[in-house]
């Protein structure tokens, strides 16, 4: 079993940079793949980075490509989702989740098993 919680969101304007956390109990979190969605009312959740369980390998939704940046310490079972230049389409409640136990990042939300309760972005404009 693998237990997250994020942290890190907050508001902000446009053009700022936040790092949001996601802490995992357990220790096989470092066997898992681990991704960050995000959601807004009434869209379905969205794929928005990605890192295998090793943390060698990153895919990145092209809306995000370039500004933001995921990343794991699994020594300290936290990954993190670093976000520079935010816009306001950039809002919604982030989730971090795992899955693919010694695989890689997947962007389908159903291959991952664990998931956080969400921690919100504001952008305003």
């Known amino acids: 079993q693998v237990h997250l919680v994020e942290s890190g969101g907050g508001l902000l304007q446009a053009g700022g940079s936040l790092r949001l956390s996601c802490a995992a109990s357990?220790?096989?979190?470092?066997?898992?793949?681990m991704g960050w969605f995000r959601q807004t009312p009434g869209k379905e959740r969205e794929f928005v980075a990605g890192?295998?369980?090793?943390?060698?390998?990153?895919d990145y939704a092209d809306s995000v490509k370039g500004r933001f940046t995921i990343s794991r310490d699994n020594a300290k079972n936290t990954g993190y989702l670093q976000m520079n230049s935010l816009k306001p389409e950039d809002a919604a409640l982030y989730y971090c989740?795992?899955?693919?136990?010694?695989?890689?990042?997947?962007?389908?939300?159903?291959?991952?098993?664990?998931w956080g309760q969400g921690t919100q972005v504001t952008v305003s404009s």
């Open positions: 890192i295998n369980w090793l943390g060698g390998i990153t």
């Open positions: 989740a795992a899955g693919s136990r010694f695989g890689s990042a997947s962007r389908n939300s159903q291959n991952y098993d664990y």
């Open positions: 357990g220790r096989t979190f470092s066997f898992y793949a």
